[in-house]
């Protein structure tokens, strides 16, 4: 199984820190939360890492460079990076070509457990899913239909089910429906270039059993807005810190390495 880390996106909404800094180096507890991504997977046994880089790419790899990893790591380049996310994803198709990856968001502050969850989960395509959605209209909303298989997926509800929650923007798929989703990106990005990653794997929903793993009872955060950098600052890092007995550090949190 491999690994691709989306962090080639410029975080407009986090200006002017990400006019200096890749959103994936803000640092909470001493460790970019790249580093962080890093060393969980290296801790599953994945294969191989594929980090896409865009905006500040020269930072990205001076932080994989600083990063004591087992695993093989490769940067792959969008100079499309202000364009939509799903151009970035189909840029690393060579790492989940025909072979079963984990596709994740860099600009998370998880705990461990959740990734334990998504790898035990037995269902070979699956995402994590926090039913403690809050609606702004920013959030990815998971459908489920009667049978529990997702059926839906976007910040706008377009299939008849049950909301279940949030996606959390982690995500594991099987060999075959990675090629799939490599199919649909290339129709997609060909027809709209700005389209988001998670529009294509909705499309593909008809075609693919797709199972959620809840982790409403875990600490993480996506850290879109100065307000998240506080959330993650004075609630979701404590609470992760105290998950995993990790000190509670003075002076980084929050800040660039």
Known sequence: MNTVILAAGIGKRLLPF??????????FGGKS???RHLEMMGAAGVQKIAIVVGHLADQVEAEVKRVNCCVSIELMDNPQYELGSALSLLKAETAFQNVPAIIMDADLLFCRVMADRLLESPAPNCLLVDDRLVD???EVKVVAGSNG?????GKQVRREGTVVGESVGIYKFSADTNNKLITGLRLAVAENPKVEYEAVIDSLLEHIEMRYVPVGDLSWIEIDFAADVDRANTETWPAIANREKIPL?????GKPL
Do not use: D
């Open 249 to 253: 550090l003075t002076g980084t949190t």
């Open 33 to 35: 939360l790249l580093c």
């Open 149 to 153: 298989m997702v059926c839906g997926l």
């Open 18 to 27: 990400t006019a200096a800094h890749p959103k994936c180096l803000l640092a």
């Open 136 to 138: 702004t209209g920013e």
